[in-house]
């Protein structure tokens, strides 16, 4: 069964960077679309980042374009969002999933990690 493990989460102020990293089991991960989604207290769970088995397929929310950078090693299972430039608003915990379908509905995805807190303050 694939496992998503997230890290990198931590507390940061305003204007700052962090790098998450999802680690992933499974043979067949080069063969998912990875994303990455947030969810703030209170909202809903949203997307922030994709991105496809192609290295050159990536997708960004509008509130986080420009900001933040989404790649993926295949040899290391692993998927990376850079996050720079953070904002008070980019306060949520964030997870990684894994879909074979649309990269954009968290219903889409099948498989999710336990979320990393991500902190900024003003």
């Known amino acids: 069964q694939v496992q998503l493990v997230e890290s990198g989460g931590g507390l940061v102020q305003a204007g700052g960077s962090l790098r998450l990293s999802c680690a992933a089991s499974g043979r067949t991960f080069s063969l998912y679309i990875i994303g990455w989604f947030r969810q703030a207290p209170g909202k809903e769970r949203e997307f922030v980042a994709a991105i496809d088995w192609s290295p050159s397929s990536t997708y960004y929310a509008d509130s986080v374009k420009g900001r933040f950078t989404i790649s993926r090693d295949n040899a290391k299972n692993t998927v990376y969002l850079q996050m720079n430039s953070l904002k008070p608003e980019d306060t949520a915990v964030y997870y990684c999933?894994?879909?074979?379908?649309?990269?954009?509905?968290?219903?889409?995805?099948?498989?999710w990690g336990q979320g990393t807190q991500v902190t900024v303050s003003s």
């Open positions: 999933g894994r879909t074979i379908g649309s990269y954009y509905y968290s219903q889409e995805y099948d498989s």
